[in-house]
């Protein structure tokens, strides 16, 4: 009878941890990318169904819609380093 072995199992997974390095180094390039918070949020439903219309339609995911959203209101907002400041020091 032979004698069997069990290279395939969980020994497989242990030894194959230094393979993954260049995912960690991969993992590292994304934190330099902006940090991702998530909250909680009420919109107005007719809003939310119309955002969530388009990244359904440009196959992107609704974050990415609300931030393209936001950012282009944020653009055109007039007083953002003044409210940027009065904030700062709120805190």
Do not use: C, W
């Not at 069990?6 to 230094?18: A, R, V, Y």
């Not at 991702?36 to 609704?62: C, N």
């Amino acid at each position: 009878m032979a004698k069997k072995t069990f290279k395939t199992g969980i020994d497989s997974l242990i030894q194959n941890t230094t393979n993954n390095i260049p995912s960690e180094e991969k993992a590292e390039l994304d934190k330099s990318k902006h940090l991702k918070v998530k909250g909680t949020y009420y919109f107005e439903s007719e809003l939310l169904e119309d955002a969530k219309s388009v990244a359904y339609h440009s196959r992107i995911p609704i974050g990415d819609v609300l931030n393209q959203a936001l950012k282009m209101y944020l653009n055109k907002y007039m007083d953002l380093e003044k409210a940027r400041k009065i904030y700062s020091q709120k805190t």
